[in-house]
């Protein structure tokens, strides 16, 4: 029954962020395969906006500064300490499955040897070269997945309808022939990016700027897949990508989307700022638990100085989550999401064939937890990464009645990890979750 409802979950949400496009839901499934198993993915906001550490293209967009000044940046973006095999290796120390760059954010400058137009790291700043091709060869040899960030928003461009946020624009309906010249431009940028570095995923952003029928949606994916039909698309498409992209806002209960991954900032900025609110360990590793255990991905971000080298407190973040990740990645990576709520009063995981439950213990609980409505045989409990077997006790048993007992585990305080402790129960055949209303019915 848990099945079924699964399967029909799955199928309305592959209809639903597909609506627009003829899709064929199997092909669909197959290609996320990969990405439904990653569960992290690092991404990278590399820009100009470092040398300053002001906001990402807004500054100037909300009027914080003029495009002017904003523009001076250029010439003090050096990369003069760029290490892109540092970057790949810390990323894989971080357990991630793939890595999304900024190769354009909405202020037009591309981090990559653009042929379109002057506007790039390469022709106009003294770094003089590109920084996505060597970074995607180093991800590409340590197996992880390249994901291209691109803005279709390009608040520079002559051609786009306005760079500040005021009645500045023209009226794209009023000149078409100019956005017609803007939409060859971006579309030219996308097929060179597909050519040059062939993403594994893309990731648009500022969609909302336009229709659908404005950005041509529809060619724009196309573009894509006919130059690589494995290619992942996010959903800042106006309908047209694969999945869905919540941004710093963390669902409470479970997203009805087949695939969808929630991106987050380390402190409170997507880009290199003078802001010290960084989000603890702790509190990246319960994020993330959370998410997987909602059927989702994270996408951590990192912002770069301009020199190219990465912020302190990031690396030491990443290298924590590394460690966590790599005593529990039988919990976390290439598993589903986990049970309903109410079960158990924290997160949870399952592996593929269902006869595993992961139970993650969040806040130091060591104690005595407990679980309900698990209509299974535990066969076995042990502490990940640990390997210390723990007993159970199963209470309140009725012998005539459908309702199963109550399962009490004891935790005790040496098997204890610093974050986020993680018990693996075995259990003698898939999840059967008894789900009624006690003796009600
Ligand atoms: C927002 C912002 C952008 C940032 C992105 C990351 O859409 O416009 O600055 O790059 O979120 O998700």
Same mark, same amino acid.
């Given at each position: 029954m848990k099945k079924i409802f699964i399967t029909t979950c799955l199928f309305f949400a592959i209809l639903q962020s597909n609506s627009q496009q003829k899709v064929n839901p199997e092909s669909i499934r197959q290609k996320m395969q990969w990405f439904a198993d990653a569960k992290l993915g690092i991404f990278i906001h590399a820009? *100009?906006?470092?040398? %300053?550490? *002001?906001?990402?293209?807004?500054s100037f967009h909300n009027k914080k500064i003029s495009h002017a000044d904003y523009m001076k940046q250029l010439k003090g973006f050096?990369?003069?300490?760029?290490?892109p095999s540092f970057w790949a290796d810390l990323i894989k120390e971080s357990g991630a499955r793939y890595a999304v760059i900024t190769t354009k954010h909405h202020d037009g400058v591309a981090m990559y040897d653009t042929?379109?137009?002057?506007?790039s790291i390469v022709k106009?700043?003294?770094?003089?070269?590109?920084?996505i091709k060597p970074f995607f060869d180093e991800l590409r040899k340590r197996d992880i997945k390249c994901g291209a960030y691109f803005s279709l928003?390009?608040?520079?461009?002559?051609?786009?309808?306005?760079?500040?946020? %005021?009645?500045?624009?023209? *009226?794209l309906e009023k000149d078409y022939e100019r956005w017609n010249r803007f939409r060859q431009f971006f579309q030219g940028q996308i097929k060179e990016i597909g050519t040059m570095l062939n993403p594994d995923l893309w990731w648009f952003d500022?969609?909302?700027?336009?229709s659908a029928e404005q950005w041509e949606s529809e060619k724009v994916r196309n573009i894509i897949l006919s130059n690589n039909p494995k290619a992942i698309i996010n959903g800042r498409l106006q309908g047209y990508g694969d999945y869905e992209t919540p941004e710093q806002n963390f669902p409470v209960t479970r997203p009805k989307y087949a695939w969808w991954e929630l991106c987050m900032t380390t402190n409170d900025n997507?880009?290199?700022?003078?802001?010290?609110n960084w989000k603890t360990p702790y509190q990246i590793i319960t994020i993330f638990i959370d998410v997987v255990s909602n059927g989702g991905n994270l996408l951590l971000d990192f912002g770069p100085k301009e020199d190219g080298t990465i912020p302190e407190e990031q690396i030491h973040v990443l290298k924590e989550l590394g460690a966590w990740n790599k005593k529990h990645d039988e919990a976390i990576f290439n598993t589903l999401g986990g049970i309903?709520?109410?079960?158990?009063y924290g997160p949870t995981t399952l592996s593929k064939d269902s006869t595993s439950l992961y139970l993650f213990l969040h806040g130091n609980v060591d104690g005595t937890i407990m679980l309900k409505g698990l209509d299974n045989k535990i066969e076995e409990i042990t502490v990940l990464g640990n390997g210390t077997k723990l007993s159970h006790k199963v209470v309140g048993?009725?012998?005539?009645?459908p309702v199963p007992g109550l399962v009490y585990i004891d935790v005790p305080e040496?098997?204890?990890?610093?974050y986020v402790t993680v018990l693996k129960l075995k259990l003698d055949k898939p999840i059967k979750l008894y789900r009624g209303q006690g003796g009600f019915n």
């Open positions: 820009g *100009i906006y470092s040398v %300053d550490g *002001i906001d990402e293209s807004w050096t990369l003069k300490n760029y290490n042929k379109m137009n002057n506007l106009a700043t003294p770094a003089k070269r590109d920084m928003i390009d608040w520079t461009h002559p051609d786009y309808p306005g760079f500040l946020n %005021d009645s500045s624009k023209y *009226i500022g969609d909302w700027e336009h997507w880009g290199f700022h003078h802001d010290e309903p709520q109410g079960h158990f048993k009725i012998s005539w009645s040496n098997v204890k990890d610093k």
